[in-house]
């Protein structure tokens, strides 16, 4: 820790002290309490684009054109003006340098949807080792809750198309693409996908199976495995050459087969009394049967390279918004071996202490992504786990506090901010107008404050979306801000939409 708030004196102390061991970064990033976003250029001359976010790299900014038609890429750059005689530092930029050109350089639009397909604004996965992204296309949703003889579950709605275009960020080439036909993958906030490493899990919600797929450095996505009706790459060779089946009547799927027995062997060893077997089996097993096979999956993430974090439900809540109070159950699933290694409701204890004393697996992150590993958790961050704590003490029943925590796994893939302006042993903020979750907030007509840890008492920075002055309606129409952080660079754009209004996006950063 720094003895001195002085910028100078931080620099002198980093060049004659030797931190400990593993701690020379979390010492460093201090540094941004001295660098923080200074200046705002309200209303940035930009193009109409809707801006998706910063890659965790920092090297792009995606964005993508209002007819949800062409991927836009940008490049940050810093920015550059020159003038005449004397440049006062306290005078205002120049008109020159109030545009968006001047902090971005364009490096490329290329179109990805066809004339019925539309790009999906809230899906976006970045594949750090390569600087590829993943992008989604879709045609419109059609509510066709016929389940059809090809085993599409009944109740979840049907998209004609759906691709997935890996594109090289570098310069626009689009370098394979993996398509669905007559299915449904929820992109919203890149929820139906999960990316580990090199490795990518697809959720298809209408077939009920998971696809494994891997990015090869040549730009390939390449399927290696599916789960669902199949476990074993020769399940079905082996069915169809030793089933006796007959006609009308199905086999569970496979995924399914291993979680009832999984469920099976679990509740036959809780009960050591021989002659109490079958009746505990009956209340607990047999009884519930039915809801057993009725769930499906809603939404998968790998733990590692050979364990998923499986959630299953209701149909309703898979395909719905609003799951808050619905029963849900946690399966862990070994890719290798096929098996279920534990399987819990969300209610569980014993799966909320597991959430809580390895968080690190649930939030599993690229080990090439340097940035990301520093987003504040209760794991690595002790006011997180105070915020953790004063949660859990505030809540009427813990019950009710384990199933809130369980909502927030699987974890959703990318959707953190790792800038150093979130990191809470540094900064505090109303997390109720700001996070570093990526969602939209309603705005507010105050500006947002960033207030030094270290010194309570100090503002080290403020972000106001919108319009100078406040806009022409007065704060009466409802309002949304989204904002974007730069990973490591004190730059922020705070985007705010107001209904029947234009986008208003404004520009923050350190002069």
Known sequence: MFRSNNLTARIFERQILTPRPGTSINLFRHFYENVCPSHTVHDIDCPDLSFRKFTDD????????????????????????????????????????????????HLFTISLASANEFICKDFFLYVDPYRFGLFATSTAQVNDNAASADGAIHGVPSIEKITFHLVRL??????????????????????????????LCIVSLRYQTIHILQIRESGNLVEVRRIGPYCQEDDELFLQSHAQVSPGSSFLPGIKQRLLSFIFRKTWNEEADQSMRVQHLKKKFYFHFQDYVDLIIWKAQFLDRHHLLIKFGSVDGGVSRNTDQGLSFF??????????????????????????????????????????????????????????LNIK??????????????????????????????????????????????????????????????????????????????????????KVSSFLFHPYLPLVLSIQQTYMQPTVVNLHFKR
Request: net charge neutral; proline share 5%; charged share 20%.
């Open 331 to 388: 399966a862990v699933y070994n890719m290798e071996t096929t098996e279920v290694v534990t399987f819990y409701q969300n209610s569980s204890e014993e799966m909320y202490s597991f959430f809580e004393r390895f968080y690190d697996f649930f939030n599993s992150v690229s080990r090439n992504t340097l940035h990301a590993q520093y987003i504040s958790s209760h794991k690595n961050n002790s006011h997180a786990l105070n915020q953790l």
């Open 58 to 105: 920092g090297q792009f900014l995606i964005g993508f054109s209002r007819n949800h038609q062409d991927l836009v890429v940008y490049r940050p750059s810093w920015l550059n003006y020159s003038c005449k005689g004397e440049c006062p530092y306290s005078l205002d930029l120049p008109p020159k340098a109030r545009r968006f050109d001047s902090f971005f350089r």
């Open 393 to 478: 003490s505030k809540s009427g029943s813990f019950s009710q506090f384990v199933k809130k925590m369980m909502l927030t796994i699987p974890y959703t893939c990318q959707s953190h901010s790792p800038s150093p302006y979130f990191d809470l042993s540094l900064f505090r903020y109303d997390d109720k107008l700001i996070s570093a979750i990526d969602r939209h907030r309603h705005s507010t007509e105050h500006p947002i404050k960033f207030i030094s840890l270290r010194q309570p008492n100090v503002v080290k920075f403020k972000i106001k979306p919108g319009a100078e002055g406040g806009g022409p309606d007065g704060g009466r129409a409802k």
């Open 170 to 199: 570098d310069d626009g080439v689009v370098l394979d693409e993996k398509a669905f036909y007559n299915d449904f993958v929820n992109l919203a906030h890149s929820t139906g996908a999960f990316l580990y490493d090199d490795l």
